[in-house]
């Protein structure tokens, strides 16, 4: 077996073995309209959420994460429904979060004025 074929293989196994690891949930997710400025580790802006079915205007969250595949698209001025993977990581780097938040569809965009 050619050499770089044992390295492909190798770094496919370890990729799988990483994820094995993981916990996947997936949960319906609220945006609202504008981020705001929050601070965490350093002075940031973060998305206003909330977690279920509906949203109840006085119960947003501040979220200091990002969702992968969403933070490029997202647009001011526009409350989102999002269907999300909520993945839980049990070995996460020292300085990061134990979850990690995938887009998997927009539900609903709808202007805010």
Do not use: H
Request: with cysteine; aromatic share 10%.
């Amino acid at each position: 077996m050619k050499p770089s074929s044992i390295l492909v293989i190798l770094s496919i196994l370890v990729n799988f073995s990483c994820s094995s690891d993981d916990s996947v949930s997936i949960e319906s997710f609220w945006v609202d309209s504008e981020r705001v400025s929050c601070i965490g580790l350093v002075e940031q802006t973060c998305y206003r959420v909330q977690e279920g079915a509906t949203v109840d205007e006085n119960n947003w969250q501040l979220f200091y994460n990002s969702i992968l595949g969403f933070d490029e698209i997202y647009e001011q001025g526009y409350r989102y429904q999002l269907s999300i993977d909520k993945i839980k990581i049990k070995n996460p780097p020292q300085d990061g979060s134990s979850i990690r938040y995938d887009l998997v569809e927009i539900i609903s965009k709808e202007k805010v004025e």
